[in-house]
């Protein structure tokens, strides 16, 4: 049954005082066994070196754009992962000031634990923007003290070769690039000359603007040609209405003036509209002439007249010279158009060999843009290689520079034997109470009435206290006087061991 809280404390101290000797002894094992815990536990001493990471110096703003200075995006990590190298582990592993003369006859299993040894004690803490630290902890200040500083010279040794072979590595590469894509182009460029030499029908859009051009002309010649044959059967129609000689017996001088101009007049419509300005002064002058005749009707009963003989018509010969003209044109125009469907014949053979080396010319034409681009670009990434490392060789760009060296250590790193002993007496004070709380929670047996109460669920009517006597009564003062005593004992020998401890006098 499960203890109530609120009876824990009075049951606790019941079971201390039943089990005096046991709850002694309990406090003298915690106590001791921190104490030798204390003593065994390996203190390490730690020493560090603090690299300040320099990339704010005058030339990067002077060279933005034109050289790329090398950079480290997660600087803690790659300082980790650089002093995790072999190059840098085995030179310190080897260094006969830091571990000794042996080494130099050390077996490779040794030398193995040794490395591993440095690369598990090693660490890279940061400490703001601009500013990490490379520390190595060790049993010994002196040995912690010379690997850290050692560590430190190391990587930036290292650092500068490998920024330095870097920059030279990426030059050589790009600038083989160069070369490699020079030679690509050469070839693409002579392949395209000789496609271009070999295929003299043009480009797609010029032989498309040459077609539609034909076939404007062509639409217009047979427009034109239309127009003319229209002419034609109307001159045709009239000359059909004429007679190519006329017999004059009497003829009336108005009418025959007013027949004359109306021929003209007929003439003019056939080529030119109404509006035409000679077409309107011919009208004017027929109406004239008409109202003329009209009034010497009125006068005189009859208009003059004048006797004549047969002569050739002329509006007869005007109109078919006419339409002999206007036949004339109509097969120039059947010639001009023949020439044109000619031409347009010749200009879609020429689109059909223009579109099977369509393909060929785009394919050639890519490649040789693409191959442009690439190859421009490129020359720029040299360019910009080529002054990338000469800032490394100089030591410019991105660097790293001992801000801070490695100082001898002063005090051991993590808990120190003055809390393992202070430590080790609160333990064993609160270690009976802490085991007896926990013995008494999974205790089956009934220590309380409410422990019943709530179990059964019906109330306990009346409890019986512990009775004891006189003698049993001075028999527990004399055995709590005697387990304080001890108690005292045990505590005193704690304080005189722990304070031997760390003035000295026990190693």
């Known amino acids: 049954m499960t203890l109530p809280f609120s009876q824990l404390p009075a049951e606790m101290v019941r079971e201390i005082k039943a089990h005096k000797w046991l709850a002694l002894m309990v406090f003298a094992a915690v106590s001791f066994a921190v104490l030798i815990a204390g003593f065994l536990w390996p203190y390490k001493y730690e020493s560090q070196v603090v690299i300040f990471v320099d990339d704010r110096n005058i030339i990067r703003p002077l060279m933005e754009g034109s050289a790329v200075t090398t950079r480290v995006s997660d600087r803690t990590s790659a300082a980790r992962e650089l002093l995790w190298s072999r190059n840098i582990v085995e030179p310190v592993a080897t260094d006969p000031e830091i571990f000794g003369e042996d080494v130099s006859g050390m077996s490779p299993e040794a030398l193995e634990n040794r490395i591993a040894a440095i690369r598990a004690n090693l660490f890279v803490r940061p400490r703001g923007d601009s500013y990490f630290s490379i520390g190595y902890s060790s049993e010994s200040p002196i040995q912690a003290f010379q690997v850290a500083q050692r560590l430190g010279q190391l990587f930036i040794a290292e650092n500068n070769a490998r920024k330095r072979s870097e920059s030279r590595n990426a030059y050589e590469f790009i600038d083989k690039q160069v070369k490699s894509y020079e030679q690509q182009l050469a070839q693409v460029e002579e392949r395209l000359k000789q496609f271009l030499s070999e295929n003299v029908d043009g480009t797609e859009g010029e032989a498309n603007q040459r077609m539609a051009n034909l076939r404007s002309q062509i639409e217009r010649a047979e427009l034109e040609r239309q127009e003319l044959e229209s002419r034609a059967a109307s001159l045709e129609r009239e000359l059909t209405g004429l007679a190519p000689v006329i017999q004059q017996q009497a003829v009336d001088q108005y009418q ?3 027949n004359g101009l109306q021929e003209k007049l007929d003439n003019l419509r056939l080529r030119y509209h109404d509006t035409y300005p000679d077409i309107v002064i011919l009208r004017e002058q027929i109406a004239e002439l008409e109202r003329r ?26 109109v078919r010279s006419a339409l002999a003209e206007t036949r004339a044109d109509i097969r120039t125009k059947d010639t001009r158009i023949r020439a044109l469907n000619a031409l347009l014949s010749e200009q879609m053979l020429r689109m059909e060999r223009i579109q099977e080396n369509k393909t060929e010319y785009a394919e050639l034409t890519r490649d040789m843009e693409v191959n442009k681009q690439i190859y421009d670009d490129l020359l720029k990434r040299r360019e910009r290689a080529r002054v990338s490392m000469h800032l490394d060789v100089e030591g410019q760009g991105l660097n790293y520079r001992i801000s801070e060296n490695a100082q001898y250590p002063r005090g051991v790193k993590g808990p120190k034997f003055s809390t393992f002993a202070f430590a080790g007496l609160f333990l064993g004070a609160i270690a009976p109470f802490g085991l007896i709380a926990g013995l008494l929670q999974i205790d089956p047996r009934v220590r309380a009435r409410k422990q019943l109460e709530e179990t059964i669920g019906l109330p306990v009517l009346a409890e019986l206290p512990q009775v004891e006597t006189p003698y049993e009564q001075r028999r527990e003062r004399r055995l709590t006087t005697l387990v304080v005593v001890c108690a005292l004992l045990v505590c005193g020998a704690y304080v005189a061991i722990a304070a031997a401890s760390m003035m000295g006098v026990i190693g």
């Open 256 to 258: 025959q003036r007013i």
């Open 293 to 318: 005749r009209a009034e010497a009707l009125a006068a005189g009963g009859t208009a003059p007249t004048t006797r004549g003989d047969a002569e050739t018509n002329p509006v007869f010969q005007e």
